[in-house]
Nanobody, 124 residues
Framework: QVQLVESGGGLVQAGGSLSVSCAAS????????VGWFRQAPGKEREFVAA????????IYADSVKGRFTISRDNAKNTLYLQMNSLKPEDTGVYYC?????????????????WGQGTQVTVSS
């Protein structure tokens, strides 16, 4: 049974940095894609970034390119999102997600497994 648990959210000033993590368990994730989504109050869920569990292919939302970096530590079964130059519009609940047949995509409907989320708040 796949389980995803996010951690590392918090409050940060605009321009600052924060890293969030996702501990994955329950399966071998070979062949999966894993990614980050976020949801701000009153807004729809938004794709942030995704990566293959094996291999170097990554994709990013235009809104975070150059500021955010998605990475993995496969030995630790952990997914990371390093967020730099944070803006108030980055505020939201950040979710990690995983999908089988693991080509990274931007469509949250293709991800079968989700964590509970971690709150990131960026103040001006």
């Amino acid at each position: 049974q796949v389980q995803l648990v996010e951690s590392g959210g918090g409050l940060v000033q605009a321009g600052g940095s924060l890293s969030v993590s996702c501990a994955a368990s329950g399966r071998s994730f070979s062949g999966y894609a894993v990614g980050w989504f976020r949801q701000a109050p009153g807004k729809e869920r938004e794709f942030v970034a995704a990566i293959k569990w094996i291999g170097d292919y990554t994709i990013y939302a235009d809104s975070v390119k150059g500021r955010f970096t998605i990475s993995r530590d496969n030995a630790k079964n952990t997914l990371y999102l390093q967020m730099n130059s944070l803006k108030p519009e980055d505020t939201g609940v950040y979710y990690c997600a995983a999908k089988r047949l693991g080509i990274p995509t931007m469509n949250g409907g293709e991800y079968a497994y989700w964590g509970q989320g971690t709150q990131v708040t960026v103040s001006s």
